[in-house]
């Protein structure tokens, strides 16, 4: 009651028509600055174009790219999408097609799409994302200093740190590795794999694939050989076919290791060790924060993550019959 | 952080993993209780012969040599066992002295949890063999201090030749040698030694449910009628020693023998809360019915009271491990 009598006179007060001469005089100019002020910062920021090349579509690392380019106050960041869907002739058509003039900067996920943009495009600067060994791959000369106009984020894993983890949940003495013959990315995670295989005591056995119709015979194998585990490198190509793969190991009870955390989410993938993508994609965008604010390429150092990301997939662990320890649940990702 | 804050950081999720640990060992304890009404024959010497001979030893070998050695690790839960066990037994003296001088209680159940029947596999379940490793370490120490401050106050006498004759120990060295030496294994004996191993693992893990069946053997021969007698060694037991507990990993932290700065090493971060945890949890144990040997070695020497104090500690541990737990998930794993 005496609040709506407050507002009633308030409402008679505010009706007396100076009364609202002087608050549209006084409240008008303040509008005003404030429209001004946020159309001056809109001009203000500068616009810039960037080609997105993905080799296997949107991943969470374009989503953290993106948002962190989308918050920096000094852009205004265009994006243009070019999706190889998992092809390298596409992936040669896309980069062959692009007008470099259009762009600020071409962002290129992945060693394949990284290696035909540095071997095509020289003079506008290319940020990578999720190139496993950019040395070895010759997309940089050293982690500091690319020698080209490439700087971008690497999803190098410490093999050491993943293995240790793994040890928590499983004990491996027989390991499958599978990967694709085709892409470069998966041999180097399987040379650091081999270096720490005798301080952890297991044996590897080599699986690779390199279409489709080898994946049924890779499979056979694999149930064969009777391995406890099984370890997916940062494949697009397995990424691409893992629904069937998962499907296979897991009715056969056997667990499943990937390095893309995707794998366990959509995949039934047991647990993942790897970077977070996402992650990925925020480091891969400071570095082009830096190419846009003047530095050449070349002298913006390469990222890489500081920690493992670990997701699991209680469904798959109860499926297997795997326990999973308490004190990983603080620091994974769970996916029920 | 507030108290409100930290008990929100529990998820269910932890909650039901703890569930899905406890529920399993709860009823495998009950399963045990019914063998032990039901069997007329008396079997659970043999039961306990083939636990402690052949199952116990492959699991504890099994475990620590896949556990890196670490001797600060042994050190930490070694100290927690011998100051929780000393504090405990002053903390009865205390409380009370007048029931031993009347001969009622020798303060076993009360001193003493059950380190190994029912914390390893609880440990292995909750925390895997990371957990396993640290909770053996922590049931050696218990037996050193049965047979040597155990003992003491049964006998007047230490029993280090009944000590020296648990095979348990030998596998634990065996295996605590294996995890600091790494054994060059020829090639042509690999799948050999990988076979031999399986064959360990799986009968180590066997030592689980029986553990547990043991536990719940002799629980269903004690009178419900006499649990009151036990209640204030049971409360002692599983709420005054985990009480003790939380306050020595405070020592630990404020000392910095137990580091809590998460760093780079996330790995170490996570293996040192899992020390925390299984002290914690280690304390808050139920008592041993080891002390009681009510049927196993035909020495009932133990008073009523005593016998009480394990059923007493036992039903009320249901109840204080799952608020142990809580406060373990909330003030260990979450900072």
Redesign the interface.
Known sequence: MIRTGARSRFVQICSIVPLRILLCTLLCPLFCTFFDYSQAQAATKEKRNVAMILFRGETPSEQGFRETLAAAAEYDVQFTTFDAAQSKERLQEIIAGLDTLQYDMIYAFGTMAAQVALAKIKDTPIIFNVVQRPIEANVAATWEHSGNNATGASNMVSMESAFKTLALVLNIRKLAFVYNENDPAPRYQRADVEKIRKKFGFKVIDVTVQNTADIPEALKLIVNSKVDAVMFPSDSFIKANANDIMETLNKHRIPTIAIIPEMVRENEALMSLGPDYYELGQLAAFNALQVFGGKHPSDVPIQTVPSLKISINLKTADMLGVNVPLQLLSLSTIIR | MTLQAYLASVSS??IL??LR?IIPVVLIVVVGVVIGRWDQSRNQRTLDKLTQQIFLPCLIFSSLH?HPFDLKEIAQIGTAATLLTVGITLLSFLLMGAARKQQETNFLPTIFMSSASLLLPLA????????LAKAIYFYLFMLLLTHTLGSFLTEGKVTWRQFLKIPSLYTALLGMVCAAV?LPIPAAF?ELA?LS??GI?LTGLGALPLLIISFGYPLGRIPLADVLKGVPGALIRIVGAPVFAFMLIYLYRQSGWLNFEKG?D??GF?DQ??TE?IIVISAAMPSSHHTLRLDASGNPTVSQRDAATVLASTLGAMVTLCVVFFFT?AFI??D
């Open positions: 999720l932890e993993m703890w640990g896949r292995f379940i909750l925390f895997g063999n990371q957990g790494t690999e990988w191993e399986k693992d780079y996330i790995l996570i809360r899992t945890a998930a794993f979450f």
